[in-house]
């Protein structure tokens, strides 16, 4: 269901369960987790999530199980931890992390996304949450992220009305960050970059305490010596 594959600092997770337009059963989100806490120890320098599948980013959460999670409660707790242990994992990577949309991305796959740190569309992206359409609810942190992207208003508008938008409107209220463009391109550039420096720049962006001490400590770094290296020999940096 997940695939990985890693390219020089890039890495890749693939979202390859074509049988079900990408969507993810509880193994397949604990399978994601996995993934991911391995990256967060590895050195790689930026990740994307992408798809195998043409034509589909991911259906979300696979909606055959759920009617095992309305007679079962405690199959309610397994899927909500495991949603949450590979989504909150995504958004706590240190390195960039970069979804790439191109078709249907829908309910926890739009969560998927807004985990990472950068969302980019292709022409055929489309983003609908429907969960008031099912009769059940969104994760706190999910709606969370929404409304910190998008505004409460816009994040109302998709969770009431269940209703798709395509990659033009998604770019315009903020969803997304790209409107077309090469993913892993975007990657190898943020990969080429002083990985350090783009941590540090992450933690910032996310808010993490400690950044003045960041700040001042980037300045008697090896990456710093590199740099000015580079700049004063008229040379592309070698991080």
Same mark, same amino acid.
């Given at each position: 269901? @997940? ?45 994307? @999530? ?6 589909? +980013? ?20 397994? +899927? ?21 949309? %191109?078709?249907?991305? /829908?309910?926890? $796959? ?33 709606? $969370? ?27 315009? @209220? ?7 463009? %090469? ?22 962006? %996310? ?7 960041? /700040? ?24």
């Amino acid at each position: 269901m @997940i695939d990985f594959t890693r390219d020089g600092a890039v890495a890749t997770l693939w979202l390859a369960r074509g049988s079900a337009r990408n969507a993810l059963p509880i193994a397949g989100w604990q399978q994601l987790a996995a993934h991911v806490a391995d990256l967060a120890v590895s050195d790689a320098r930026a990740v994307v @999530i992408a798809s195998r599948e043409p034509g589909v +980013f991911s259906a979300g959460a696979d909606i055959a199980e759920f009617g095992g999670l309305q007679r079962d409660p405690a199959r309610r707790t397994l +899927f909500r931890e495991s949603l949450s242990a590979a989504i909150e994992g995504v958004a706590r990577l240190p390195m960039p992390v970069i979804a790439a949309v %191109d078709g249907g991305c /829908f309910g926890a $796959a739009v969560a998927l996304a807004l985990a990472c740190d950068m969302i980019v569309a292709g022409d055929g992206a489309r983003f609908a949450i429907p969960p008031a359409r099912l009769g059940i609810l969104y994760p706190p942190a999910d709606v $969370a992220r929404l409304v910190a992207a998008v505004g409460r208003g816009q994040a109302a508008r998709l969770f009431y009305t269940g209703d798709a938008i395509d990659a033009d409107e998604a770019f315009a @209220i903020g969803l997304t960050q790209q409107r077309g463009g %090469d993913a892993q391109a975007l990657a190898t550039r943020i990969a080429a970059n002083a990985p350090g420096a783009v941590r540090g720049l992450k933690l910032a962006i %996310d808010g993490v305490t400690g950044g003045e001490a960041r /700040f001042d400590a980037a300045f008697g770094g090896a990456e710093l010596a590199e740099g000015l290296a580079a700049f004063h020999g008229r040379r592309p940096p070698e991080f």
